[in-house]
Structure formats: structure tokens, C-alpha cells
């Protein structure tokens, strides 16, 4: 019998109950840290100069590795509780670069799937004149490519939204079978028959977690700008805003990572006789 979205946040919100003292460390150092310096490096991007843009280009990459780290970890640890913290940063070690190079191949994907879209746009006309600060003449823009690229992408938003539904378990089934490129195959086998369930709750976590993070950014914003004032990147009150923002950012990562291993804990156990007779 396949496990209701209910029963999968019963066991998500049982298991981050049971076990925040082996969540901490993995949290705090794995996803928090990477996530506030990602959030303090974006904001100084621009004013470093294109050198130091590249260099904090980097930076950034390898912070984005390390939350990546991070969430896997907390992937096996909601696999296996069993083997504690010690034995998911063990399986982490062993499974992060074949979970890296899988969504590798997810992303180069994506952006095959955007760039008929991205193409249509920067044949339109749009993109150049709005990058020069200039008012878009009407004989500069180029209505089909217009027309061609909002449709595009109005239609593949839908889809894109599917795909994400069907390849929700991915990184879990990575970590749980050890398996290849043929995970794709997998993640599509254990989330036939629950794809629209999978894709309401994938929008309620997008809206819910925007609006958290909006909020956290606007209220810490002004709080901390009336307190300690400044203004700039480096400013206390921007460094701290980008901590409250990460705070909320990592909280709402960790439930949609344990929810996730929980989800294919339960399709694992209700499609596997259907998927062995098969």
C-alpha cells in the first residue's frame, strides 16, 4: 500500500525530532556555513572587480559542493539511523562524486531543455537593449522569437515541474543503491502513480519556503538597518541579514532533504513487489 505525502511529513518531522543531536554538526558546518558565505560572497560580487568576480566565482562553486556534501549526508543519516552520524559522512564520502556527476548530467539536461527558450530571447531584441539601460525600439525586437520563447517557456514550466516530480528521489536512490545513470530509470519506476501528489507538494514547498526566505530577508533587512545601520555588502547589518536568511534557507533545506529519503523509503517498500514481478 503506497504511504500517503502525510505519512511521509509524519516520518520527516518524527525523524528530525529523534535525531537533531546527530543533525547538528552536519547541518551546522555542511549546509548552514556554505549557505551564509554563499549569501555574504553573492552580495560582493560586483564590486571586486572581474578578477576578483572569477575568484569568488570559484569560491562560490566549492561552498555550493560543500552544501551539496552536506545534504547528502543528511540523506543517508535519514536512510540509516541506525549507523548514526559516523556511518553517513562514511557513506557520503563514498557516494558524493557519482551523486555529483548524476546531477551533473541532470542539470546539462535542463539547460539543453531551456536553450531553445534562451536562444528565442536573445534573438528578440530584448535582452540587449534592457542590458544598455535603453528603451527597446519596436523595429529592434523581433515578435516571433518573442512570441516563440514566452510560449516555450510558459510550456515547459509544467514540465519541468513533472520532471522534477519524477526525478524527486534521485540523490536517495543514489545514496541507498550505489547505482549509475541507470537511477534515472529508477527515480522514474518509484514515482509512477504519485507524480501529481509529488508535484502539489513541490509547489507548496517552493511558495511556503519563497515567501519564509522574502520575509526572513525583509524583516532582518529592516530590524538590523535601524539597529546597526550601514550600508554595503560588508555592512554588519547585511552580514547579519544574510545570516538570518541562511538560517531559514538551511532549515527549510534539511526538511525537504529528509522528506525526500523518507519518500523513497516508502515508494522503495510499496513499489518493490511491483517492480521484482515486473
Known amino acids: 500500500m503506497m504511504a500517503t505525502m502525510s505519512t511521509v511529513w509524519d516520518r520527516t518531522s518524527a525523524f528530525v525530532a529523534d535525531h537533531l543531536a546527530a543533525l547538528a554538526p552536519i547541518v551546522v558546518f555542511g549546509m548552514f556555513v556554505p549557505l551564509a558565505l554563499i549569501g555574504n560572497l553573492v552580495a560582493v560580487m560586483g564590486a571586486v572587480g572581474l578578477t576578483g568576480g572569477w575568484v569568488v566565482g570559484v569560491v562560490i562553486v566549492l561552498l555550493s559542493l560543500a552544501s551539496n556534501w552536506g545534504a547528502i549526508a543528511v540523506t543517508a543519516l535519514a536512510l540509516d539511523p541506525a549507523a548514526g552520524r559516523s556511518g553517513a559522512i562514511h557513506t557520503t564520502n563514498h557516494r558524493f562524486l557519482p551523486v555529483v556527476g548524476v546531477n551533473v548530467l541532470a542539470l546539462i539536461a535542463l539547460f539543453v531543455l531551456f536553450l531553445p527558450g534562451m536562444v528565442g530571447f536573445s534573438l528578440s531584441g530584448i ?120 538560517m531559514v534557507s538551511t532549515l527549510f533545506s534539511v526538511l525537504a532533504v529528509v522528506f525526500l529519503a523518507k519518500l523513497y523509503l516508502a515508494l522503495r517498500d510499496a513499489r518493490a513487489p511491483i517492480l521484482e514481478a515486473a
Do not use: C, H
Open 127 to 246: 535582452p540587449v537593449t534592457q542590458m544598455t539601460g535603453e528603451q527597446p525600439s519596436l523595429d529592434a525586437i523581433n515578435g516571433p522569437m518573442v512570441l516563440f520563447a514566452t510560449l516555450y517557456t510558459l510550456v515547459l514550466l509544467p514540465v519541468l515541474l513533472w520532471l522534477v516530480a519524477r526525478l524527486s528521489v534521485l540523490n536517495a536512490t543514489m545514496v541507498a543503491e550505489r547505482r549509475g545513470p541507470g537511477v534515472f530509470g529508477r527515480s522514474f519506476a518509484l514515482t509512477r502513480g504519485t507524480t501529481l501528489k509529488i508535484m502539489g507538494v513541490l509547489l507548496l514547498y517552493l511558495v511556503v519556503s519563497q515567501i519564509a526566505g522574502l520575509a526572513a530577508r525583509m524583516v532582518a533587512g529592516a530590524v538590523f538597518g535601524l539597529l546597526l545601520g550601514g550600508v554595503g555588502p560588508l555592512s554588519a547589518s547585511a552580514i547579519l541579514t544574510a545570516l538570518v536568511v541562511a
